[in-house]
Protein backbone atom coordinates (compact mmCIF):
# COMPACT_ATOMS: atom_id res chain seq x y z
CA UNK A 1 0.00 0.00 0.00
CA UNK A 2 1.30 3.40 -0.78
CA UNK A 3 0.25 6.63 0.67
CA UNK A 4 0.80 10.00 -0.44
CA UNK A 5 0.43 13.38 1.43
CA UNK A 6 0.59 16.85 0.24
CA UNK A 7 1.59 19.22 2.45
CA UNK A 8 0.70 23.56 1.19
CA UNK A 9 3.38 25.89 1.28
CA UNK A 10 3.49 29.29 0.53
CA UNK A 11 5.93 28.86 -2.18
CA UNK A 12 6.44 24.83 -3.20
CA UNK A 13 4.73 21.80 -1.95
CA UNK A 14 6.65 19.29 0.28
CA UNK A 15 5.71 15.45 -0.68
CA UNK A 16 6.07 12.96 1.76
CA UNK A 17 5.77 9.60 0.54
CA UNK A 18 5.62 6.15 2.98
CA UNK A 19 5.68 2.82 1.51
CA UNK A 20 4.72 0.27 3.63
CA UNK A 21 5.22 -3.67 2.34
CA UNK A 22 4.37 -5.58 5.36
CA UNK A 23 4.25 -6.14 9.28
CA UNK A 24 7.72 -7.69 8.77
CA UNK A 25 9.30 -5.13 6.39
CA UNK A 26 10.67 -2.17 7.47
CA UNK A 27 9.35 0.96 6.26
CA UNK A 28 11.15 3.88 4.36
CA UNK A 29 10.02 7.45 5.01
CA UNK A 30 11.86 9.85 2.52
CA UNK A 31 10.76 13.53 2.32
CA UNK A 32 10.82 15.00 -1.38
CA UNK A 33 11.47 18.80 -1.93
CA UNK A 34 12.13 20.34 -5.31
CA UNK A 35 15.65 21.07 -5.96
CA UNK A 36 16.30 24.71 -6.55
CA UNK A 37 15.74 26.67 -10.08
CA UNK A 38 14.23 23.66 -11.77
CA UNK A 39 11.83 22.15 -9.85
CA UNK A 40 13.24 18.31 -9.49
CA UNK A 41 12.73 16.58 -6.76
CA UNK A 42 14.89 14.97 -4.85
CA UNK A 43 14.74 12.20 -2.36
CA UNK A 44 16.29 13.48 1.53
CA UNK A 45 15.95 10.23 3.99
CA UNK A 46 14.74 11.01 7.30
CA UNK A 47 16.45 10.92 10.12
CA UNK A 48 15.00 10.34 13.72
CA UNK A 49 17.04 11.91 16.64
CA UNK A 50 16.15 12.66 20.45
CA UNK A 51 16.57 15.93 19.41
CA UNK A 52 13.77 15.79 16.90
CA UNK A 53 13.19 15.69 13.00
CA UNK A 54 15.55 16.64 10.48
CA UNK A 55 13.27 18.28 8.55
CA UNK A 56 13.92 22.22 6.99
CA UNK A 57 12.25 24.92 9.72
CA UNK A 58 9.05 26.33 8.78
CA UNK A 59 8.57 29.08 7.05
CA UNK A 60 9.31 32.38 8.62
CA UNK A 61 8.26 36.03 7.93
CA UNK A 62 11.44 38.84 7.89
CA UNK A 63 11.01 41.18 9.65
CA UNK A 64 9.48 45.09 8.81
CA UNK A 65 11.73 47.60 7.06
CA UNK A 66 11.36 51.09 6.75
CA UNK A 67 11.76 52.53 3.00
CA UNK A 68 14.73 55.02 5.23
CA UNK A 69 16.45 52.55 6.88
CA UNK A 70 18.91 51.44 4.72
CA UNK A 71 19.91 54.51 3.60
CA UNK A 72 21.15 55.48 7.24
CA UNK A 73 22.13 52.15 7.74
CA UNK A 74 23.95 50.96 5.04
CA UNK A 75 25.83 48.12 6.54
CA UNK A 76 22.72 46.40 7.62
CA UNK A 77 22.02 42.97 6.13
CA UNK A 78 24.99 43.00 4.02
CA UNK A 79 26.47 39.63 4.17
CA UNK A 80 29.61 38.42 6.54
CA UNK A 81 33.13 38.63 5.23
CA UNK A 82 34.57 36.03 7.86
CA UNK A 83 33.30 33.42 9.58
CA UNK A 84 32.23 33.65 13.45
CA UNK A 85 32.77 31.12 15.88
CA UNK A 86 29.94 31.85 17.96
CA UNK A 87 28.99 29.81 21.11
CA UNK A 88 25.37 30.55 19.67
CA UNK A 89 25.31 28.83 16.28
CA UNK A 90 26.69 26.12 14.83
CA UNK A 91 30.08 26.53 14.23
CA UNK A 92 31.97 27.48 10.99
CA UNK A 93 33.87 25.01 8.20
CA UNK A 94 37.35 26.56 7.68
CA UNK A 95 40.25 25.35 6.03
CA UNK A 96 43.40 25.68 7.84
CA UNK A 97 46.24 26.43 6.34
CA UNK A 98 47.88 23.36 6.37
CA UNK A 99 44.98 21.90 4.82
CA UNK A 100 44.34 24.21 1.80
CA UNK A 101 45.03 23.28 -1.89
CA UNK A 102 47.33 26.02 -3.16
CA UNK A 103 46.18 26.42 -6.23
CA UNK A 104 43.03 26.19 -5.27
CA UNK A 105 43.70 28.98 -2.35
CA UNK A 106 45.00 31.38 -5.01
CA UNK A 107 42.26 31.10 -7.27
CA UNK A 108 39.57 31.98 -4.84
CA UNK A 109 41.77 34.91 -3.29
CA UNK A 110 42.14 36.42 -7.20
CA UNK A 111 38.46 35.84 -7.75
CA UNK A 112 37.01 37.00 -4.71
CA UNK A 113 35.97 40.76 -3.67
CA UNK A 114 35.09 42.25 -0.46
CA UNK A 115 31.05 43.16 -1.23
CA UNK A 116 29.88 46.60 -1.70
CA UNK A 117 28.61 48.21 0.93
CA UNK A 118 25.46 49.67 -0.78
CA UNK A 119 25.18 46.38 -2.45
CA UNK A 120 21.82 44.56 -1.84
CA UNK A 121 21.19 41.41 0.20
CA UNK A 122 20.48 38.35 -1.52
CA UNK A 123 18.18 36.41 0.75
CA UNK A 124 18.77 32.64 1.40
CA UNK A 125 16.43 29.89 -0.58
CA UNK A 126 14.41 29.22 2.67
CA UNK A 127 14.48 32.97 3.56
CA UNK A 128 11.94 35.67 2.59
CA UNK A 129 13.25 38.28 0.76
CA UNK A 130 12.98 41.79 2.97
CA UNK A 131 11.48 44.41 0.40
CA UNK A 132 12.35 47.97 0.50
CA UNK A 133 13.10 50.42 -2.33
CA UNK A 134 16.13 51.11 -3.96
CA UNK A 135 18.03 53.95 -2.91
CA UNK A 136 16.70 57.10 -4.66
CA UNK A 137 18.80 60.05 -4.53
CA UNK A 138 16.88 61.85 -7.21
CA UNK A 139 15.85 65.99 -6.20
CA UNK A 140 12.35 65.13 -5.44
CA UNK A 141 13.71 62.59 -2.96
CA UNK A 142 15.44 65.17 -1.19
CA UNK A 143 12.76 67.80 -1.34
CA UNK A 144 11.26 64.85 0.58
CA UNK A 145 13.57 64.16 3.00
CA UNK A 146 15.72 67.34 3.37
CA UNK A 147 17.63 66.15 6.45
CA UNK A 148 19.37 63.42 4.09
CA UNK A 149 21.52 66.67 2.68
CA UNK A 150 23.16 67.00 5.80
CA UNK A 151 22.91 63.36 6.58
CA UNK A 152 25.04 61.45 3.92
CA UNK A 153 27.67 58.56 4.67
CA UNK A 154 31.42 58.72 3.88
CA UNK A 155 32.64 56.45 1.01
CA UNK A 156 32.74 53.47 3.51
CA UNK A 157 29.32 54.02 4.37
CA UNK A 158 29.80 55.75 7.79
CA UNK A 159 28.08 59.04 9.42
CA UNK A 160 30.84 59.77 11.86
CA UNK A 161 33.92 58.95 13.92
CA UNK A 162 32.72 56.70 16.37
CA UNK A 163 30.58 54.46 13.67
CA UNK A 164 33.83 53.54 11.99
CA UNK A 165 36.29 53.11 14.97
CA UNK A 166 33.03 50.79 16.47
CA UNK A 167 33.27 48.93 13.10
CA UNK A 168 37.02 48.33 13.65
CA UNK A 169 37.03 47.23 17.25
CA UNK A 170 32.89 45.51 17.28
CA UNK A 171 34.28 42.24 18.09
CA UNK A 172 36.45 42.76 21.08
CA UNK A 173 33.76 45.57 22.82
CA UNK A 174 31.48 43.05 21.89
CA UNK A 175 33.52 40.55 24.09
CA UNK A 176 34.16 42.62 26.52
CA UNK A 177 30.57 43.69 27.44
CA UNK A 178 29.34 40.52 27.53
CA UNK A 179 32.24 39.36 29.76
CA UNK A 180 31.39 42.13 32.01
CA UNK A 181 27.87 41.59 31.88
CA UNK A 182 27.71 37.90 33.11
CA UNK A 183 30.64 38.71 35.49
CA UNK A 184 28.58 41.54 37.20
CA UNK A 185 25.60 39.20 37.08
CA UNK A 186 27.55 35.73 39.05
CA UNK A 187 30.16 38.07 41.51
CA UNK A 188 26.82 40.12 42.42
CA UNK A 189 24.67 36.81 43.24
CA UNK A 190 27.75 35.53 45.32
CA UNK A 191 28.15 38.77 47.28
CA UNK A 192 24.47 38.67 48.06
CA UNK A 193 24.54 35.12 49.13
CA UNK A 194 27.62 35.40 51.52
CA UNK A 195 27.54 39.22 52.68
CA UNK A 196 23.96 38.40 53.62
CA UNK A 197 25.07 34.71 56.06
CA UNK A 198 22.72 32.88 53.49
CA UNK A 199 19.70 34.46 54.27
CA UNK A 200 19.94 35.92 50.22
CA UNK A 201 20.65 32.64 48.96
CA UNK A 202 22.24 29.81 48.99
CA UNK A 203 25.61 27.62 47.04
CA UNK A 204 22.48 26.04 45.04
CA UNK A 205 21.42 29.11 43.95
CA UNK A 206 24.43 30.24 42.75
CA UNK A 207 24.73 27.94 40.08
CA UNK A 208 21.75 28.76 38.11
CA UNK A 209 22.69 32.80 38.99
CA UNK A 210 25.94 31.81 37.10
CA UNK A 211 24.52 29.62 34.37
CA UNK A 212 21.82 32.23 33.48
CA UNK A 213 24.51 35.15 33.52
CA UNK A 214 26.38 33.61 31.33
CA UNK A 215 23.45 32.70 29.06
CA UNK A 216 22.41 36.08 28.60
CA UNK A 217 25.67 37.72 27.54
CA UNK A 218 25.65 34.90 24.95
CA UNK A 219 22.60 36.01 23.94
CA UNK A 220 23.76 39.90 23.88
CA UNK A 221 27.54 38.83 22.13
CA UNK A 222 27.09 36.06 19.88
CA UNK A 223 26.07 37.04 17.00
CA UNK A 224 28.99 39.47 16.95
CA UNK A 225 32.02 38.30 18.28
CA UNK A 226 30.63 34.80 18.93
CA UNK A 227 30.50 35.13 23.18
CA UNK A 228 32.97 33.31 23.89
CA UNK A 229 34.08 35.06 27.69
CA UNK A 230 36.35 32.80 28.78
CA UNK A 231 39.63 32.32 27.35
CA UNK A 232 40.25 28.76 27.72
CA UNK A 233 36.96 28.83 25.16
CA UNK A 234 38.55 31.37 22.78
CA UNK A 235 42.08 29.18 22.81
CA UNK A 236 40.48 25.51 21.93
CA UNK A 237 39.17 27.55 19.19
CA UNK A 238 42.04 28.61 17.89
CA UNK A 239 44.35 25.50 18.07
CA UNK A 240 41.06 23.10 17.21
CA UNK A 241 38.31 24.84 15.11
CA UNK A 242 40.56 27.57 13.42
CA UNK A 243 39.95 30.38 15.03
CA UNK A 244 42.61 32.86 13.97
CA UNK A 245 45.48 33.31 16.48
CA UNK A 246 45.96 36.51 15.57
CA UNK A 247 42.46 37.29 17.28
CA UNK A 248 43.18 35.22 20.01
CA UNK A 249 45.12 37.49 22.09
CA UNK A 250 42.72 40.46 21.65
CA UNK A 251 40.24 38.31 22.56
CA UNK A 252 41.46 36.89 25.66
CA UNK A 253 42.60 41.23 26.71
CA UNK A 254 38.65 41.50 26.38
CA UNK A 255 37.83 39.40 28.25
CA UNK A 256 40.52 40.18 31.08
CA UNK A 257 39.08 43.63 30.92
CA UNK A 258 35.57 42.79 30.67
CA UNK A 259 36.36 40.71 34.31
CA UNK A 260 38.05 43.71 36.15
CA UNK A 261 35.03 45.72 34.71
CA UNK A 262 32.64 43.09 36.39
CA UNK A 263 34.89 42.94 39.74
CA UNK A 264 34.76 46.94 40.18
CA UNK A 265 31.09 46.98 39.40
CA UNK A 266 30.45 43.97 41.93
CA UNK A 267 32.49 45.30 44.40
CA UNK A 268 31.49 49.28 44.15
CA UNK A 269 27.82 47.87 44.94
CA UNK A 270 28.10 45.58 47.50
CA UNK A 271 31.43 48.10 49.21
CA UNK A 272 28.68 48.54 52.12
CA UNK A 273 27.61 45.15 52.67
CA UNK A 274 31.05 43.68 52.67
CA UNK A 275 31.97 46.43 55.51
CA UNK A 276 29.07 45.45 57.44
CA UNK A 277 29.97 41.94 56.80
CA UNK A 278 33.50 42.44 58.14
CA UNK A 279 32.55 44.54 61.11
CA UNK A 280 30.02 41.78 62.26
CA UNK A 281 32.84 38.96 62.33
CA UNK A 282 35.65 41.76 63.85
CA UNK A 283 37.92 40.55 60.56
CA UNK A 284 39.35 42.69 57.71
CA UNK A 285 37.64 42.57 54.56
CA UNK A 286 39.80 40.41 52.65
CA UNK A 287 39.24 37.44 55.93
CA UNK A 288 35.87 38.47 55.53
CA UNK A 289 32.94 35.81 53.69
CA UNK A 290 32.86 38.29 50.58
CA UNK A 291 36.26 36.44 49.74
CA UNK A 292 34.49 33.64 48.59
CA UNK A 293 32.11 35.32 46.46
CA UNK A 294 35.04 37.42 44.85
CA UNK A 295 37.99 34.45 44.72
CA UNK A 296 38.01 31.22 43.91
CA UNK A 297 40.48 28.93 46.16
CA UNK A 298 40.73 25.40 47.04
CA UNK A 299 39.18 24.18 50.29
CA UNK A 300 41.81 24.11 52.59
CA UNK A 301 41.50 20.26 52.93
CA UNK A 302 41.98 19.75 48.94
CA UNK A 303 45.02 18.74 47.86
CA UNK A 304 46.25 20.64 45.09
CA UNK A 305 46.75 17.52 42.64
CA UNK A 306 43.00 17.27 43.46
CA UNK A 307 42.21 20.89 42.87
CA UNK A 308 43.78 20.86 39.91
CA UNK A 309 42.22 18.08 37.92
CA UNK A 310 38.84 19.70 39.31
CA UNK A 311 39.26 22.33 37.22
CA UNK A 312 40.38 20.33 34.24
CA UNK A 313 38.31 17.79 34.10
CA UNK A 314 34.96 20.77 34.66
CA UNK A 315 36.47 22.47 31.76
CA UNK A 316 37.39 19.79 29.55
CA UNK A 317 33.27 18.89 29.96
CA UNK A 318 32.75 23.09 28.97
CA UNK A 319 34.38 23.14 25.88
CA UNK A 320 33.77 19.54 24.60
CA UNK A 321 30.22 20.26 25.25
CA UNK A 322 30.52 23.46 22.91
CA UNK A 323 31.89 22.06 20.22
CA UNK A 324 29.46 19.28 20.16
CA UNK A 325 26.97 21.59 20.32
CA UNK A 326 28.75 24.05 17.87
CA UNK A 327 29.00 20.57 15.59
CA UNK A 328 25.80 20.71 12.95
CA UNK A 329 26.80 17.08 12.01
CA UNK A 330 26.23 15.65 15.19
CA UNK A 331 22.64 17.22 16.83
CA UNK A 332 22.39 20.73 17.16
CA UNK A 333 20.40 22.66 18.51
CA UNK A 334 17.03 24.66 17.54
CA UNK A 335 17.78 28.54 16.47
CA UNK A 336 18.42 30.38 19.49
CA UNK A 337 18.43 27.44 21.78
CA UNK A 338 22.46 27.26 22.24
CA UNK A 339 23.09 29.64 24.87
CA UNK A 340 20.35 28.30 26.90
CA UNK A 341 22.08 25.09 27.17
CA UNK A 342 24.99 26.44 27.77
CA UNK A 343 23.37 28.17 30.67
CA UNK A 344 22.05 25.10 31.68
CA UNK A 345 25.40 23.33 31.55
CA UNK A 346 27.66 26.16 33.70
CA UNK A 347 24.72 25.72 35.83
CA UNK A 348 24.89 21.46 36.54
CA UNK A 349 29.22 22.54 36.21
CA UNK A 350 28.77 24.82 39.34
CA UNK A 351 26.79 22.08 41.16
CA UNK A 352 28.51 19.18 40.47
CA UNK A 353 32.35 20.62 40.75
CA UNK A 354 32.02 23.78 42.26
CA UNK A 355 32.51 22.55 46.10
CA UNK A 356 35.74 22.09 46.18
CA UNK A 357 37.91 24.81 44.74
CA UNK A 358 34.70 27.44 44.07
CA UNK A 359 33.95 26.06 40.21
CA UNK A 360 35.99 28.74 38.48
CA UNK A 361 36.42 26.94 35.04
CA UNK A 362 37.05 30.82 33.20
CA UNK A 363 40.75 32.58 33.73
CA UNK A 364 39.21 35.71 33.37
CA UNK A 365 36.60 35.19 36.15
CA UNK A 366 38.96 35.09 38.54
CA UNK A 367 42.03 37.25 38.00
CA UNK A 368 39.31 40.22 37.14
CA UNK A 369 38.10 40.14 40.65
CA UNK A 370 41.44 39.40 42.09
CA UNK A 371 42.87 42.41 40.10
CA UNK A 372 40.43 44.54 41.87
CA UNK A 373 40.92 43.34 45.37
CA UNK A 374 44.47 44.15 45.14
CA UNK A 375 43.36 47.54 43.97
CA UNK A 376 40.63 47.59 47.32
CA UNK A 377 43.59 47.16 49.48
CA UNK A 378 43.05 43.51 50.17
CA UNK A 379 46.68 42.97 50.30
CA UNK A 380 49.02 41.09 47.81
CA UNK A 381 48.43 37.33 49.18
CA UNK A 382 45.65 37.49 47.07
CA UNK A 383 48.39 36.76 44.54
CA UNK A 384 50.25 34.36 46.63
CA UNK A 385 47.72 32.05 48.49
CA UNK A 386 47.60 28.31 48.22
CA UNK A 387 50.88 28.58 46.13
CA UNK A 388 49.85 31.26 43.91
CA UNK A 389 46.52 29.29 42.45
CA UNK A 390 45.60 32.02 40.43
CA UNK A 391 48.13 30.96 37.91
CA UNK A 392 48.09 26.93 38.00
CA UNK A 393 44.30 26.70 39.05
CA UNK A 394 42.10 29.22 36.99
CA UNK A 395 44.55 29.48 33.93
CA UNK A 396 46.56 26.69 33.58
CA UNK A 397 44.50 24.24 34.44
CA UNK A 398 41.55 25.12 32.90
CA UNK A 399 43.19 25.87 29.48
CA UNK A 400 44.32 22.48 29.02
CA UNK A 401 41.33 20.75 30.41
CA UNK A 402 39.61 22.93 27.10
CA UNK A 403 42.32 21.74 25.08
CA UNK A 404 41.80 18.29 25.99
CA UNK A 405 37.96 18.07 26.15
CA UNK A 406 38.21 18.79 22.43
CA UNK A 407 40.73 17.02 21.50
CA UNK A 408 38.83 14.16 23.01
CA UNK A 409 35.42 15.21 21.42
CA UNK A 410 37.58 14.98 18.00
CA UNK A 411 39.32 11.81 18.15
CA UNK A 412 35.72 10.07 19.43
CA UNK A 413 33.26 12.36 17.06
CA UNK A 414 33.91 14.97 14.98
CA UNK A 415 35.03 14.39 11.04
CA UNK A 416 35.34 18.46 10.26
CA UNK A 417 38.71 19.16 8.11
CA UNK A 418 39.18 21.86 10.59
CA UNK A 419 40.30 20.04 13.41
CA UNK A 420 44.09 18.83 12.98
CA UNK A 421 43.04 15.45 14.13
CA UNK A 422 41.45 14.37 10.74
CA UNK A 423 44.67 16.30 8.89
CA UNK A 424 46.21 13.87 6.28
CA UNK A 425 49.38 12.54 7.46
CA UNK A 426 51.62 14.57 4.74
CA UNK A 427 49.26 17.38 4.96
CA UNK A 428 49.56 17.29 9.38
CA UNK A 429 53.48 17.53 8.05
CA UNK A 430 52.58 20.26 5.95
CA UNK A 431 50.64 22.58 8.04
CA UNK A 432 53.39 22.07 10.81
CA UNK A 433 56.26 23.01 8.28
CA UNK A 434 53.94 26.41 7.15
CA UNK A 435 53.68 27.27 10.94
CA UNK A 436 57.40 27.49 11.60
CA UNK A 437 58.10 29.25 8.40
CA UNK A 438 55.81 31.92 9.55
CA UNK A 439 56.95 31.82 12.95
CA UNK A 440 60.74 32.56 11.83
CA UNK A 441 58.92 35.48 9.75
CA UNK A 442 57.35 36.96 12.96
CA UNK A 443 61.14 36.48 14.91
CA UNK A 444 62.96 37.73 11.52
CA UNK A 445 65.05 34.69 11.69
CA UNK A 446 67.82 34.15 8.74
CA UNK A 447 67.26 34.10 5.38
CA UNK A 448 68.80 31.14 4.46
CA UNK A 449 66.86 29.28 7.14
CA UNK A 450 63.43 29.98 5.89
CA UNK A 451 64.40 29.36 2.97
CA UNK A 452 65.11 25.89 4.02
CA UNK A 453 61.45 25.25 5.48
CA UNK A 454 59.68 26.71 1.93
CA UNK A 455 61.88 23.99 0.09
CA UNK A 456 60.83 21.49 2.87
CA UNK A 457 57.23 22.62 2.30
CA UNK A 458 57.21 22.29 -1.68
CA UNK A 459 58.76 18.73 -1.00
CA UNK A 460 55.89 17.59 0.94
CA UNK A 461 53.40 19.34 -1.85
CA UNK A 462 55.09 17.31 -4.46
Not at 313 to 319: E, K, P, S
Amino acid sequence: MRSTVCLPSITTACLISTDVQSPNCQSHETIQQPSQGHGAISNTPQQYSLTGSNRPPPYQRGAYLHPDYMHYNPHYGQPQNAPIWSLAQPLPHVMRSGMKNKDRDDQTTATDKRPNAHQEKVPAADEPPTEHPPHNDDLKAKKKHPEARVAQPDERGFFNKWGEIRHQFREPLAEWLGTTIAMTLGLCAGLQTYTSQNQAGSFPSLAPAWGFAFMIAIYMAGGVSGGHLNPAITISMSVWRGFPARKCMVYVAAQLGGGITAGGIAYALYRDAIVDSALANHVTQGESLARQALLTAPKDFVHPVTAFFNEFVGTAILVGTIMALGDDTNAPPGAGMQAFILGILISVLVLALGYNTGGCFNGARDFGPRLVALMAGWGGQVFREKHAWWIWGPWAADISGGLCGTFIYDLAIFTGAESPINYPRRRRKRALLIKEKNLMHKLRFGRRKIRDVERAVREVEQ
